[in-house]
Nanobody, 119 residues
Framework: QVQLVESGGGLVQAGGSLRLSCAAS????????????WGWYRQAPGKQREMIAT???????RYADSVAGRFTVSRDNAGMMLYLQMDNLEPGDTGVYYC?????????WGQGTQVTVSS
């Protein structure tokens, strides 16, 4: 089993930056984390959750068009950590951010971390 805990969210003005972290733990987390692709997902108010960034086990990354060029995903396999550096934030980035495997595993969703961007 794997537990995921997201942190680093908050209230920021448009144009600002935040760095989100995701800590993985659990009995099989060590083996699972380093051998799988992971992603960041966002659920904006009134919308479905969407993938915004993924990173493979070989560190190949992919981004949703809405965040490409502004967000950077990275991973630390030894520490079982996933990160999302978010720069030049926009009000449209407001939402709850989650980490999970890519493709997502329904058993791994955590509580997420709230990001609010004011104009």
């Amino acid at each position: 089993q794997v537990q995921l805990v997201e942190s680093g969210g908050g209230l920021v003005q448009a144009g600002g930056s935040l760095r989100l972290s995701c800590a993985a733990s659990g009995r099989v987390a060590g083996r699972l984390f380093s051998t799988n692709a992971w992603g960041w997902y966002r659920q904006a108010p009134g919308k479905q959750r969407e993938m915004i960034a993924t990173i493979t086990r070989t560190d190949s990354t992919r981004y949703a068009d809405s965040v490409a060029g502004r967000f950077t995903v990275s991973r630390d396999n030894a520490g079982m950590m996933l990160y999302l550096q978010m720069d030049n934030l926009e009000p449209g980035d407001t939402g709850v951010y989650y980490c999970n495997q890519w493709p997502s595993n329904r058993n791994y969703w955590g509580q997420g971390t709230q990001v609010t961007v004011s104009s």
